[in-house]
C-alpha cells in the first residue's frame, strides 16, 4: 500500500496532539483573553508543526508539548503583531477623517440636496443613491452597476463633486 507524500510528515503531531491540544489552548487562552482566538491560534499552531514535520524541520528531540507551546507563542506574537498594525492603520483613517472633516454636510438643506441630485446624470445619480442612502460598500454598487470597483469609486468621486455644484447653483436659485 502505497502513503501519500507528505501523509508521514503527520505522524510526529499526531503522535503528541492529544497530550498537547489542552497544553497549546490552555497557554493560548489567557494570554489572548478571547475563546476564538485561541483556538484560531491553536489551530495555527497545529498547522504550522505539521508543515513543519513534512518539510523535516522538526527539533533534534520531536515534536514535543514545550516545542508546540514554543510555537504557539510565536502565533501569538504574530497576532499580536498584526493586531497591532490594524489598529495603528484604523487609528490613522480615523484621524484622516477628522482632519479631513467635511462641514458640507452641517449646512445641507434636504429639499436643495434632492433637487441637485435629481440633476445629476443617472449613473451619478445612482451611485450616489445606492453607495450613502442604502448604505451599500463600494463593490456591492459596482456590481449592481455593472462596473468594476475601480471605476465605480471613480464614478463616485465625480458624482460627489457634480451633486456639490449642482447643490451650490439650486441654492442660488432658490436665493
Known amino acids: 500500500m502505497e502513503t501519500q ?23 493560548l487562552l489567557p494570554r489572548c483573553g478571547s475563546t476564538v482566538v485561541a483556538e484560531d491560534l491553536t ?4 498547522m504550522a508543526a505539521v508543515a513543519a514535520a513534512g518539510a523535516g524541520r522538526l527539533p533534534a528531540a520531536g515534536v514535543t508539548v514545550a516545542w508546540l507551546v514554543g510555537v504557539a507563542r510565536h502565533k501569538l506574537a504574530d497576532h499580536w503583531r498584526r493586531t497591532a498594525r490594524e489598529e495603528r492603520g484604523m487609528a490613522a483613517v480615523a484621524v484622516l477623517a477628522e482632519e479631513a472633516g467635511d462641514p458640507w454636510d452641517e449646512h445641507l438643506d434636504a429639499q436643495v440636496a434632492h433637487a441637485a441630485l435629481a440633476r445629476l446624470a443617472g449613473p ?46 439650486e441654492g442660488d436659485l432658490d436665493a
Open 5 to 27: 507524500p507528505g501523509a508521514s510528515g503527520t505522524e510526529p503531531v499526531a503522535a503528541v496532539y492529544r497530550q498537547a491540544l489542552p497544553q497549546v489552548y490552555g497557554y
Open 43 to 46: 489551530a495555527e499552531t497545529f
Open 124 to 169: 451619478q445619480r445612482a451611485a450616489l443613491t445606492l453607495r450613502y442612502l442604502d448604505g451599500l460598500p463600494v463593490a456591492e454598487v459596482a456590481a449592481c452597476l455593472g462596473r468594476s470597483v475601480h471605476a465605480t469609486e471613480t464614478l463616485l468621486v465625480r458624482a460627489r463633486a457634480a451633486l456639490r455644484r449642482s447643490y451650490r447653483e
